[in-house]
């Protein structure tokens, strides 16, 4: 039987994964040209407030989460694959089980190098030691598995994410040209929230007479809607940076010439 050869395996799963990123990012692309989502004010007339709310006529195709994690599979079994043809170069893959390894801190990962005696082995590990194989370490290589895990247990859930919410506060005491607006005298940003649905309420403010007259930006993403790790992260970024780390770690190991 033939040897597992990286150009033909894990090569391959890193060039997927990236047209998995390609293709969801047009798919959102082309989603927010269609008029996604509208913004609208309200005035609440009990508390006397101006209400921002996001108008969404529909949520964000549940298929963008199997498709972030069917990217996120491939990258991850790409390390698995990278492993294995850097320790054990010569085995059939059916033989050979061990997986790329995410330590759960680094003392674990110094006492495994100190056992290492093979050079192919000690170059493998010092390799691991380099890029911060372990939590704590190299944060994406650490989310890449944490988001792996999760996709095996429940689908991803992608979600609306307010990128960039801003209040541009008029200043009414300046008299604007003909043809402009009041010019701005207090830019504000605030927290981005996420998830948002559609009646998300984005801001709530007395409604005086200089708030009526406050200018409001947002922009909104798709983001994983998953609590805890990736909450509120851009997919398709957050996507692009685990194929970076991951086509990083595969140069590294190719350069130390312990893959094809």
């Known amino acids: 039987m033939t040897p597992v050869n990286w150009a033909t395996s894990g090569g391959v799963k890193i060039e997927r994964a990236k047209e998995h990123i390609v293709n969801l ?3 959102i692309t082309t989603f927010f040209e269609g008029n996604a989502y509208t913004i609208v004010r309200e005035y609440d007339s009990q508390t006397g407030e101006l209400v ?3 108008r969404i006529p529909m949520e964000p195709p549940l298929r963008w989460g199997a498709v972030a994690g069917d990217a996120v599979h491939n990258l991850r079994s790409t390390l ?3 492993w294995r043809q850097a320790n054990h170069p010569s085995a059939h893959w059916m ?3 061990e997986n790329f390894p995410i330590y759960s ?3 674990k990962l110094d006492a495994e190098l100190a056992r290492a005696v093979k050079s192919r082995r000690k170059t493998a590990m010092n390799i691991l030691k380099k890029i911060e194989s372990y939590e704590g370490g190299n944060k994406l290589l650490c989310l890449l598995n944490s988001v792996d895990q999760i996709d095996k247990h429940r689908l991803l859930i992608p979600a609306y994410n307010s990128t960039d919410l801003t209040r541009i506060m008029p200043d009414l005491s300046v008299e604007p040209l003909p043809g402009q607006f009041f010019p701005p005298r207090e830019i504000q940003r605030m927290t981005p929230l996420c998830p948002i649905h559609d009646g998300t309420e984005l801001l709530r403010v007395p409604a005086n007479l200089g708030e009526m007259n406050v200018q409001f930006q947002f922009q909104f993403s798709i983001a994983f809607g998953e609590v805890g790790i990736v909450h509120g992260k851009d997919i398709v ?3 692009g940076q685990l ?3 991951v086509e990083g770690i595969a140069e590294t190991i190719r350069i130390a010439g312990l893959i094809r």
């Open 25 to 27: 990012n047009a798919e």
């Open 52 to 54: 921002v709310r996001a």
């Open 80 to 82: 698995d694959l990278l």
């Open 95 to 97: 033989t050979t089980s």
């Open 105 to 107: 801190c680094a003392d």
């Open 237 to 239: 970024a957050t996507l």
């Open 243 to 245: 194929a970076d780390v």
